[in-house]
């Protein structure tokens, strides 16, 4: 029998984009590593900036992608003087930082990597163009492999600051972690900041002119449901002001408000969170039988794995629908069989965006704009000390 298991979490990054799995082209990297000892810390040169946009929009109506390479293009405050958008994998994105370094002799400073992403599990760039999404586990594996080798001291050094922008992934300490010692390496994890909340870019004028795009954080509620059995809004409602007491939502409106007509209002998305494992044979023979609820449940209470991908979504499990398959793959030498398992649960999202609370006498819903060392917005690691532009761009 060989294991195999997927997850998909469909967390959206505003604007209704979602997380998908896509077939990749073979694409081969060059590796060119070099080490370096020496300190690089009397900077007396701006470092440069980057930014990677790690995706294609799938759907003009959620231009999440566009939308935000415009913006570290033209914006005053958020601009970096290079925007990258044809890459798909950290290896890539490695790989370009190590073979373009700066020319002022001086490793990076400012690192932004633009994907949808979710608190939970993974992100959607891949590991390299043919490999698996990122997560803690796949970075992990492919650590341990040398598919990813960290960058040396001339790219990056501890004044480089990794800004991953995907939504609520400041949340995953593992995740962020691991990033880290994929760039940096054990001994000097890179430094890796990225947003508590979900974030999303947005025209503020109406002819969408790409000098009025802004960047919104935005704050999110979750409730549960199981999707074959829609609950009404009274109780979504009720499991919201349960769940949290503290904040004053009007929790049947935002369920009810599917568009807002401005950033200060608060609005819903529904989303459909699958968990999913395979298990594959060589005979049909040596298929396990699931064809009774009671020897199904005796099979989720045995794998453990399984149940874990479950708790890693922090989804109650009453909230899950698990369905059980049997699927025959052929090919021309060989013929596999499998049981597969998918776990499926209903979430809808409350977002509301956070704005300033004094509008400009030109602009009205200006983004709220938190300090960069703000630990209510953002979760960072590779190092304890907070870096400001300054210490960064010296």
């Excluded at 994907?115 to 997560?135: C, K, Q, W």
């Excluded at 109780?235 to 919201?240: E, G, K, T």
Aim: proline letters at 5%.
């Amino acid at each position: 029998m060989v294991n195999r298991h997927f997850f998909s979490a469909l967390i959206i990054c505003m604007m209704l984009c979602s997380c998908h799995h896509h077939n990749k082209p073979e694409e081969k990297s060059t590796d060119t590593t070099l080490t370096n000892s020496d300190s690089l810390d009397t900077d007396t040169f701006p470092r440069k900036s980057i930014t990677f946009i790690l995706g294609k929009d799938e759907s003009i109506r959620n231009p999440y992608y566009a939308l935000a390479g415009q913006y570290y293009r033209l914006s005053d405050s958020e601009k970096t003087e290079i925007v990258i958008d044809t890459l798909i994998s950290l290896v890539e994105v490695r790989n370009y930082l190590s073979d373009h370094r700066p020319e002022n002799g001086h490793p990076w400073g400012l690192i932004n990597l633009v994907t949808h992403g979710n608190e939970f599990i993974d992100l959607s760039v891949y590991i390299s163009p043919t490999g698996a999404r990122v997560s803690e586990e796949s970075l992990q594996e492919a650590i341990a492999d040398t598919v990813f080798k960290p960058l040396d001291s001339l790219t990056i050094d501890k004044k480089t600051l990794f800004n991953l922008h995907g939504c609520a992934v400041g949340n995953n300490k593992g995740l962020l972690k691991f990033l880290g010692v994929a760039f940096g390496g054990n001994k000097n994890p890179a430094r890796m900041k990225a947003s508590k909340m979900f974030e999303y870019y947005a025209y503020l004028s109406q002819n969408k002119n790409p000098q009025m795009i802004r960047h919104y954080y935005a704050k999110v509620w979750y409730a549960y449901y199981k999707v074959d059995s829609f609950p009404g809004e009274a109780a979504l409602a009720d499991q919201l002001k349960t769940k949290y007491p503290a904040d004053s939502i009007d929790w049947i409106k935002a369920i009810r408000r599917q568009y807002p007509s401005n950033p200060s209002e608060a609005y819903h998305i529904n989303l459909n969170i699958p968990v999913v494992w395979e298990d594959f044979y060589q005979s049909k023979d040596s298929l396990p039988d699931l064809r009774t609820k009671t020897k199904q449940s005796k099979w989720i209470e045995s794998k453990t794995e399984f149940l874990t991908l479950m708790q890693k979504t922090r989804i109650p499990r009453d909230y899950f629908t698990i369905k059980f398959y049997r699927l025959v793959y052929n090919s021309d030498s060989s013929t596999i069989y499998s049981n597969k398992v998918k776990a499926k649960a209903g979430v809808i999202c409350i977002i509301k965006p956070v704005i300033r609370t004094e509008d400009s006498l030109s602009e009205k819903y200006l983004p709220f704009i938190p300090s960069e060392d703000d630990s209510v917005y953002f979760g960072f690691t590779g190092g304890e000390e907070s870096l400001t532009k300054e210490d960064m761009y010296p």
